[in-house]
């Protein structure tokens, strides 16, 4: 004779399917989307190839700078990740020399940090900072992630210091720290 109330069981057994179920939709609806931003990146590339070749075309470009400009089509995030590198090339660093001359040249990003933040009295947070060192420096791609890891890195090298201010994070430069002063980059080796 079966029972009118559910077993224990039989509650996990139907928890279980609806959560098995649950979760294949949610693989569909993530792989759609992944297809539909893969398309997306697709699409961006060839408008980027058929931009740098328009632009070799009208002679605004040497040829060598628009084959650098086509190698670097690894996502900015990526890129300029390898700018706040400990000093050895990550792997999927670029290994030309024309794909190594899309990364920006100047002086690492926490170095550029800390000078912001020597430059303001009153702590900066890190959407603050990026959005000053991006129209500082146009030429550097910068994302508050980025920018976060340099500051969190001046921190750890006692350069600038962190103050929360209930959910939000603020930086601020240390003032009278040798570490803040100009110091000789370390020789290559």
């Known amino acids: 004779m079966p029972e009118k109330n559910p077993t224990l069981k039989s509650q996990y ?20 989307e992944a297809a539909a931003l893969q398309d997306k990146l697709e699409a961006l590339q060839q408008d980027h190839e058929l931009l740098v070749s328009m632009r070799e075309a009208l002679g605004t470009a040497s040829a060598k700078d628009a ?9 900015s ?23 190594a001359k899309a990364q920006p040249a100047g002086p690492p990003l926490r170095e550029l940090v800390v000078a912001l933040l020597a430059e303001h009295h009153e702590p900066r947070s890190a959407a603050e900072v990026t959005k000053e ?3 500082a420096h146009p030429e550097r791609t910068v994302n508050v ?6 500051l969190e890195a001046s921190v750890a090298k006692n350069q600038s210091e962190r103050t929360k201010q209930q959910k939000s994070v603020y930086y601020s ?13 370390p020789s290559a080796g």
């Open 173 to 185: 430069a240390l003032t009278g720290n040798p570490s803040t002063e100009e110091q000789p980059a």
């Open 67 to 75: 084959k650098a400009a086509m190698t670097s089509v690894v996502p």
């Open 13 to 32: 057994a139907k928890q279980v399917a609806t959560d098995i179920e649950s979760n294949a939709r949610e693989q569909e609806r993530l792989k759609s």
């Open 145 to 150: 992630t980025l920018v976060r890891n340099a």
């Open 133 to 135: 060192l991006a129209k």
């Open 77 to 99: 995030a990526r890129r300029a990740g390898t700018v706040v590198g400990k000093g050895k090339r990550p792997k999927n660093a670029p290994k030309t020399k024309a794909a």
